[in-house]
Structures are given as C-alpha cells and as structure tokens.
C-alpha cells in the first residue's frame, strides 16, 4: 500500500544526545515536510524541502537539521541545540503538480527528552 | 512573512449546534488552502480549497474560499460528539505548506 512511514512511535533521548527520526514515502511525492506539534498547539513547520538535495528552513528550524538525498527519503535530526525538543513530530508529502496537492501525514513520532 | 490565523483557539458547543471555524492567511505564492481534522495523532484531510465562491461539501462540512479578503471558513452543522477535534486550516504556497494554530472544537451531549 502507498503511503508514508514514520519511525519510531516513540522515542526516548538523553539530554545532550542527538536523534533522528525517520520519514519514508513511497508515493513519488515531491514535496516533503517535517512539522512539531506541541500539546494544544498547531503544527509549526521545521524544514521542508522540494526536490532531492534541496531543502528550506520553516519557522522554527533552529536545533533541527535535515537532509533529502533520495525522493522517498527525509530524516530529521533533532540536536543537543534544540533547547525544548519533547514534543510530537509529524511528517507529510505532498506532489507539486497537478489537482489533488493535499498532503499526506505519517503517524507521528513522539519525542521525550528524559 | 507568511502566516495563517485560525479563529476562535476553541469552542465549546451542544449536539446540535451549527459551529463556523475561521481561517485568514498572508501567504506569498498561493495556491490552494486545506483544511484537516486532527483527533489523535495523524491529521486527516477535509477539503482542498483552490477557486473563490466555490463551497465543496462533505456530509454536514462544507467549506468556501476568498481569495480578495484572503479567508476561508469551515462550517459544520448539525454537530455530533464525533466531530470533537482540533481542526487545522493549511495554505499551500507551491511546496511550502504552512498550518495555523488550529481550532479545537468540544461537542457536548
């Protein structure tokens, strides 16, 4: 089945540490996004990148980097400068041409700082 | 910068009621506006938004666009406990999709 894949469910990190959260979509979408969502709060885009080897920063992308060096694939890194990293992480994709651009989320991987 | 506002944060409404979400947006590059119903975890797609004046229904939801006054509204009449959710308006700006702050909506028996 198509779709995206978010791994893992849950995480535990160590203050200090650096982590890195999966995201795999085999729905030849261009667009790929990683958002955080804190409790009550909306999504807050991280980074989100277009085409392969090419990404932009979101609103909140400090602390956070990425890399997209194939279509399907786009990691998250979540590093010791991320001050407040417990939270839930969501991964979309979208395609960029054509009618239906809605995005498409993972499950979501909860992250806690212990 | 690029921003979207969605209003009220939250309500709190009776079985029954009628219930109209808010949605204003600044966006460089426009090309459509999504709305999605997040319950637990995954955000899951409502209706994508691409023409002024044009509503698009599902069921008891329906939705319409400005695209002069840059706003959309979600209305969904006729309330069930089941549409309790946080709702989540997104504007597509060609690959860069930014989501406003959401509205949670608690229906009550």
Redesign the interface.
């Known amino acids: 089945d198509g779709g995206i894949t978010q791994s893992p469910k849950y995480l535990f990190r160590k203050e200090g540490q650096n982590v890195t959260l999966s995201c795999e979509q085999n729905l030849n979408h ?2 790929m ?1 990683w ?1 955080r969502q804190d409790p ?6 991280i980074y ?1 990148s ?1 085409i392969v080897n090419d990404f ?1 920063k ?1 609103d909140i992308a400090e602390g956070y980097s990425v890399s997209r060096e194939k279509k399907e694939s786009f990691p998250l890194t979540v590093t010791s400068a991320q001050k407040n990293p417990t939270a ?1 992480y ?1 991964c ?1 994709s ?1 395609i ?1 041409a054509g009618g ?9 991987t909860r992250l806690t700082v212990v | 910068e690029d921003k979207v506002v969605q209003s009220p944060l939250s309500l709190v409404v009776h079985e029954g009621d009628t219930v109209t979400l808010n949605c204003s947006y600044e966006v460089t590059n426009f090309r459509s506006l999504l709305w999605y119903k997040q319950e637990k975890k995954a955000p899951t797609f409502l209706f994508m938004l691409t023409s002024s004046g044009i509503e698009k229904k599902s069921g008891r939801l329906s939705s319409i666009l400005d695209k002069k006054e840059l706003f959309s509204i979600l209305n969904i009449t006729a309330t069930q406990t089941g549409d309790s959710a946080v709702y989540l308006c997104a504007v597509d700006g060609w690959g860069k999709l930014q989501f406003g702050a959401g509205t949670q909506v608690v229906v009550t028996p």
């Open positions: 261009d667009a996004y958002y009550g709060q909306g999504l807050r885009l989100y277009q932009q979101g839930f969501l979309a979208s960029l239906n651009t809605e995005a498409f989320f993972g499950q979501g």
